[in-house]
């Protein structure tokens, strides 16, 4: 059985670091990408992130250079390392993996940014 389960989200200041993890299980997770999906109040779903099997990265515009996609492949967890957040961040985030048979999902703890 495939599962995602997060956790590290809550409550932060503007201008603080919060980092959320996603632990793995059910398939070779060292072999497949992964991503991060977040969605805000009222809004759609939003991709933030992805990392290859091999450590390769990409970002959203949105979060470059504040928030960082890593991943330990020998503990089958994904991190994201989020800095210098501001209320726009405010969100649930979901870690997610497409498989060939189909696609999973975190539970999506949700963050909160807020003085």
């Known amino acids: 059985e495939v599962q995602l389960v997060e956790s590290g989200g809550g409550l932060v200041q503007p201008g603080g670091s919060l980092r959320l993890s996603c632990a793995a299980s059910?398939?070779?997770?060292?072999?497949?990408?992964m991503t991060w999906v977040r969605q805000a109040p009222g809004k759609g779903l939003e991709w933030v992130a992805r990392?290859?099997?091999?450590?390769?990265?990409n970002y959203a515009d949105s979060v470059k250079g504040r928030f960082t996609i890593s991943r330990d492949n020998t503990h089958n967890t994904m991190y994201l390392h989020m800095s210098t957040l501001n209320p726009e961040d405010t969100a649930v985030y979901y870690c997610n993996v497409p498989l060939a048979w189909g696609a999973y999902w975190g539970q999506g703890p949700p963050v909160t940014v807020s003085s």
């Open positions: 990392i290859t099997s091999r450590g390769g990265t």
């Open positions: 059910g398939f070779a997770f060292g072999s497949v990408a």
